[in-house]
């Protein structure tokens, strides 16, 4: 190599190292990159990883690709097991305590963790999820958050009440320097009688302690026992029931961000082909709204809470009831879902939803006998979820099934770990259209 070539490839060894250490140019390069090899690049350096975990990049990066999260598996909690009373049912030991049906390697991985470590017999139940985090225990007094990147398992101190019935609430927090943190919420249920308060115990991360507060509202209400609440945008929504006779399905709205202690009301929505339902959900929409779906054996319908209008939340007011609409979105008969989907003739024709995905209103989890599936909503084609785990142990009338998300992008904190990667898996069924989620 002449002189003249030696000198001009040290020029542009140069200026790629001018370039890569300029950060507005480094974003540009890193933004069209593939997800995974982003993830593995955080190796590269500490400004890399600096860069990479920063909320700027992340929340560009996500205006580009939409994929916030990667589905890691199904949670399976039998509900014949919570608070047990003492001639109830045993759990089989050839059953596990904390079921995780996983969808991926890094699932697997997951699983894997709670099995080797003994970490399973600490955690006991499944309760929630969120952001990845998993909130476990054996009601009513032990409780526990384990981090399955970090691997570190944080044993909440006991509660300072007893609650024979209860429904719980898990939101997590980002403060400052991308730390997460998160709340643990303990309601009291009554179950005999209705009444305008609620007993509530909140646990906090940052304090490291429970403390006690008294809900009110100005009607009656019960809350539904064994329930865990729908988090959106900090606020909590838990299910509940008005009236003795004609019982009124709703839902109790309480935002602990306020600063307040009141609980508003919020009817649920009538079907008309699921007017006898089985199975309700709640989730978030794409727009960031509520949506709530119901299916019975004839079909399933949705629908999407609207936007509060006014500037003060109806939260903050003291209306028992919520002056918010629900506006219907959609309505599937199952009949029709099946002849859309000929290869699925074998399978049972009964079918439930299942649960929404994270931020996401195109599609929706169902389940047809030990079968999980992916629904495109409009077009109606299905998608077979391929699992690994005991599923044959699995009491499926009396489980609820909940899928089981991580965030799809490391945070500061947990970047030191090794940068996982996981795939949507082949179902066999491969179509066109439409163009399912790249998990």
Same mark, same amino acid.
């Given at each position: ?35 995974? +090899? ?58 596990? @305590? ?74 997590? /927090? ?28 909140? +646990? ?8 006690? +507060? ?16 729908? %988090? ?7 299910? @509940? ?7 009124? /399905? ?99 024709? /009964? ?49 609820? %099934? ?30 066109? @259209? ?6």
């Amino acid at each position: 190599m002449s002189r003249q070539e030696k000198k001009k490839e040290k020029m542009l060894e140069s200026d790629v190292h001018a370039a890569l250490t300029c950060d507005d140019i480094l974003n540009e390069i890193l933004l069209r990159l593939p997800e995974k +090899f982003v993830f593995r690049l955080i190796l590269v350096s500490k400004r890399w990883l600096r860069v990479i975990c920063s909320s700027s990049f992340r929340s560009d990066y996500h205006a580009r690709c939409r994929v916030n999260f990667h589905l890691l598996g199904f949670f399976v909690c039998n509900q014949l097991y919570l608070c047990r009373p003492k001639d109830g049912m045993r759990r089989p030991k050839s059953e596990p @305590a904390l079921q995780l049906l996983t969808a991926c390697e890094e699932g697997d991985d997951v699983c894997n963790d709670l099995m080797s470590s003994g970490n399973c017999k600490q955690l006991g139940y499944f309760i929630d999820s969120a952001n990845g985090l998993l909130l476990c225990g054996r009601h009513p007094l032990t409780y526990s958050v384990w981090n399955p990147i970090s691997k570190v398992l944080f044993q909440l101190p006991q509660p300072q009440r007893f609650y024979k019935r209860l429904c719980m609430a898990f939101i997590t /927090e980002d403060y400052f320097n991308d730390i997460l943190h998160y709340k643990v919420i303990r309601a009291n249920c009554e179950c005999k009688r209705e009444v305008n308060t609620v007993s509530i115990e909140n +646990f906090s991360s940052v304090t490291g302690t429970w403390k006690h +507060f008294t809900l009110t509202c100005s009607s009656n209400f019960s809350l539904r026992p064994w329930t865990v609440a729908t %988090v959106i945008n900090g606020v909590v929504y838990w299910y @509940a029931t008005q009236g003795k006779i004609a019982i009124k /399905e709703s839902l109790a709205i309480y935002d602990p961000r306020v600063g307040n202690t009141r609980i508003v009301l919020l009817k649920l929505p009538d079907g008309k082909i699921s007017q006898d339902y089985d199975e309700f959900v709640l989730g978030e929409s794409s727009d960031g709204l509520l949506q709530y779906g119901q299916s019975s054996k004839s079909g399933m319908e949705i629908w999407v809470l609207e936007k509060e209008q006014d500037s003060i939340s109806s939260i903050t007011t003291s209306n028992a009831q919520s002056n918010r609409k629900w506006n219907f979105r959609y309505r599937l008969s199952f009949k029709s879902m099946w002849k859309k989907n000929p290869s699925f003739c074998r399978q049972t024709k /009964e079918a439930q939803i299942l649960s929404f995905l994270p931020h996401n209103s195109e599609y929706v989890f169902i389940r047809s006998g030990q079968n999980i599936l992916l629904l495109h909503i409009e077009s109606q084609l299905l998608k077979v979820i391929r699992y690994h785990g005991p599923s044959s142990l699995i009491q499926w009338d009396f489980s609820k %099934v909940v899928p089981y998300f991580r965030p799809s992008w490391p945070r500061s904190s947990l970047c030191h770990e090794k940068a996982a990667t996981s795939s949507w898996p082949s179902s066999g069924h491969e179509t066109a @259209a439409p163009a399912w989620p790249s998990w």
